[in-house]
Each structure stands twice: as structure tokens, then as C-alpha cells.
């Protein structure tokens, strides 16, 4: 890979760098300290509302990838970068269909050797879940609406990269976890994610407004998680102490999904 193409990606990792951080300064929120019978550890648990601050983020993120579509200045940022990463000609690889879920399986490896986040391992999964539901929510349908043609022109599905939703929803996960333990540990989740979105553009499967907006819609998705958790868990666990529940984040064949067993 020539100097000037790493200089390019060393550029966009600074952009998107520069979002995570801010976005991370904005996820200060009240909270309670409360003890949950279902839980293996004591946690603040954050009041039940949906902190607009947190919003800021995400919302420039998909503004840019929108504007990119119909705005002629941005869109032609879009062909500029793509000619520049296409006339140095670097090497396909395909780790991104793994690193986007990269930061969620260092939540559950972590978990397992005793490095604790904030959720228990039924609670985590309620809310990856639901994030990963959220997140194809607003994907899949975008992709049919929009059809924005990939770069590669192997179909019209490019806008917003799914990809890219679903390591920034992993990466916003991993944060909400570790934040209020090991900052650093919390913000590492958004190198994948970004190396994720970089490779989208470097594969030739998606604009860089496609991998912007991506982002935005992941990190929105783990945020409405997050808010949307006590009603689920609530609706779930009813009022019935004894009932046991499990639940289960999937991905197969392409398709994600959440399993949901209870016993009464």
C-alpha cells in the first residue's frame, strides 16, 4: 500500500476518531445507584429517559450521509476519495464481515475472564439484541428505498453501509459497558469499528457518505437500545420473580436475529 493511501486512511480514521470521542463526552447522564436481584454485580443503573445530548452524534453522522446523496459538493467528495483509493489500487481483504462485530464478542470475552461491564450476560444480550434489531430496522429498508448503486456496481444496495451500522452499534455497546469503569478500555471499540468503515471504501463496497451515515445509524441503535431496555425487560419479566428467561443475540446465513426462551 503506497504512502499516499495510507495517508488517506490514516485521514478518515482521524475523522471518524474525532466523532467517537465527542460522542463519548456526550454520554455523561444522571444515574442511581440500585441493586438487581438478576444481576452477578452491582451497578448504577441510568435513569428511564432518552438523553437528547446523545443524539447530537449520531444525527451529524447520518445528516452528512444523506447530504451526500443529493448534495453536489459532498457527493463529488464521495467519486474524489474512491478515485484516490482506486488509482493506488490496495489489497481487497475481507476482515470488515468480521471486525463489525468485533467489539460485542470483546463484551462477552472480557465478561467471561472476570473484566465486568455493567450489564449481566441475560441483560447485555436483551440490549445488543434489541440494537442489532433496531439497527436492520433502519438499514434494510434505507438500502431498498434509497438503491444507491455500490461502487463496485454490483448492485444498488450501497447507502447506508450495514457493515459499518453494525460495528458502530457494537462499538457504542462496548462503551456504554465500560465507561464508568475503564474509559480507555470503553473508547477501543471505535478503532474496529472505524477500521471497519475504512475497509468498506478500501473493498470498493460503499461511498464514503454510505460509511458515514453507517455509523450514525449504529450508534443511534445502541443509544435507543439502551432507553428501550427497561420497558423490554419489564415486558419479559413481568411480575413473576420465579419465571427465568433467556435471551440470545443470533447471526446466520446473513440474518440477524434475537432467540427468546422463558420458563413460568
Known amino acids: 500500500m503506497s504512502k499516499f493511501t495510507q495517508k488517506t486512511i490514516f485521514s478518515i480514521f482521524i475523522l471518524f476518531s474525532t466523532f467517537g470521542k465527542v460522542a463519548a463526552q456526550n454520554n455523561d447522564t444522571i444515574q442511581i445507584q440500585e441493586t438487581k436481584q438478576d444481576s452477578i454485580v452491582e451497578r448504577n443503573a441510568e435513569t428511564n429517559h432518552l438523553n437528547y445530548k446523545r443524539l447530537i452524534v449520531p444525527t451529524a453522522l447520518i445528516g452528512y450521509g444523506v447530504a451526500s ?5 459532498i457527493k463529488q467528495l ?6 484516490e483509493i482506486n488509482e493506488h489500487k490496495p489489497d481487497h481483504i475481507r476482515l470488515d464481515n468480521y471486525t463489525q462485530f468485533a467489539p460485542a464478542a470483546l463484551v462477552y470475552g472480557l465478561n467471561a ?17 434489541t440494537s442489532m434489531l433496531i ?18 456496481q454490483s448492485n444498488n444496495l450501497s447507502f447506508p453501509s450495514g457493515h459499518t451500522a453494525i460495528a458502530f452499534a457494537s462499538a457504542q455497546f462496548m462503551f ?9 478500555l470503553a473508547i477501543s471499540g471505535y478503532s474496529l469499528a472505524v477500521f471497519t468503515g475504512v475497509y468498506r471504501m478500501l473493498n470498493d463496497k460503499h461511498w464514503a457518505g454510505d460509511v458515514v451515515a453507517g455509523a450514525g445509524f449504529g450508534i443511534l441503535s445502541t443509544e435507543l437500545a439502551y432507553w428501550l431496555y427497561p420497558k423490554i425487560n419489564h415486558l419479559i419479566g413481568g ?3 420465579n419465571a ?12 440477524i436475529g434475537i432467540g427468546f426462551v422463558k420458563n413460568f
Do not use: C
Not at 446523496?69 to 459538493?73: E, M, P
Open 69 to 73: 446523496l443529493s448534495v453536489k459538493g
Open 78 to 83: 464521495n467519486f474524489s476519495t474512491r478515485d
Open 113 to 129: 475472564f472476570g473484566v465486568e461491564g455493567k450489564h449481566n450476560f441475560r441483560d447485555r444480550s436483551i440490549i445488543y439484541g
Open 135 to 152: 439497527t436492520s430496522a433502519f438499514v434494510v429498508p434505507l438500502k431498498h428505498i434509497v438503491k444507491e448503486e455500490r461502487p463496485d
Open 176 to 184: 456504554r459497558e465500560y465507561k464508568d469503569t475503564n474509559f480507555w
Open 239 to 241: 411480575e413473576n420473580q
Open 244 to 255: 427465568t428467561t433467556m435471551v440470545m443475540p443470533f447471526y446466520q446465513n446473513k440474518s
